[in-house]
């Protein structure tokens, strides 16, 4: 019974392609977030949306677009998909208190080819 | 302008020695502190935690060390054990919102 799912889990496509990726968590929390992680690891916010509102919106091309239609759920819509947007996008939710972790999903690596 | 730094990349150790996994970090503005572990093809899991007004926080084999003034925190496992071989993640955070800012990770081997 995954706490926080993301879907696929493996996304292979060309470049000037739109995609989605699709992210819910069944942990009731009421918060939710996209990272990327690049080539070099290091893993960035992109997004967040607490309670369906988008709080955290970092310098990310318009290209992505993220949609939150409940709390339980949050996608990530790539348009013109470039070869630069190869990385792992991992979704990840909490409940806003102090101290707790984030849980996160098993990622989605995006291949631009 | 990275904010949180785990500058070994790679850490070796005998299985029942001690694992010190180091960060520093430049905000002075985190409230809070947290290491994640990640294995291949999975997502990061939470570890353990540590406010800013704690110097140590511990949990079972594991133990989290904040030194404020020097802008440092260290991760300790005691005794090592295989299973503890992953990518840790030094991350940490100010604000209600939780914007979380992560390190770039230490990939620790345990080796049997």
């Known amino acids: 019974d995954t706490a926080v799912s993301q879907t696929p889990k493996y996304l292979v496509t060309q470049m000037g392609n739109d995609k989605s990726i699709k992210c819910e968590q069944n942990?009731?929390?009421?918060?939710m977030y996209w990272y990327k992680q690049d080539s070099k690891k290091f893993l960035k916010i992109m997004f967040s949306y607490n309670n369906k509102e988008l709080i955290i919106n970092e310098t990310v091309p318009n290209r992505f677009s993220p949609k939150s239609p409940d709390k339980a759920h949050l996608n990530l819509h790539i348009n013109s998909l470039e070869l630069g947007d190869s990385a792992v996008y991992f979704c990840?939710?909490?409940?806003?208190?102090?101290?707790?972790?984030?849980?996160f999903g098993s990622g989605t690596r995006l291949t631009v080819v | 302008d990275q904010q949180v730094k785990q500058n070994s990349p790679s850490l070796s150790v005998q299985e029942g020695r001690i694992s010190i996994l180091n960060c520093d970090y430049t905000n002075s503005m985190f409230d809070y502190f947290l290491w994640y572990k990640k294995y291949p093809a999975e997502g990061p899991t939470f570890l353990i935690s540590?406010?800013?007004?704690?110097d140590k926080n511990e949990d079972g084999r594991f133990t989290v060390f904040l030194n404020k003034s020097a802008k440092h925190l260290s991760l300790h496992i005691v005794p090592s054990q295989p299973g503890d071989s992953a990518v840790y993640f030094c991350a940490s955070y100010s604000g209600g919102y939780q914007k979380v800012t992560f390190g770039t990770g230490t990939k620790l081997q345990v080796i049997p």
């Open positions: 990840a939710s909490s409940r806003i208190s102090t101290g707790s972790g984030y849980t």
């Open positions: 540590i406010s800013s007004i704690k």
């Open positions: 942990l009731g929390h009421d918060t």
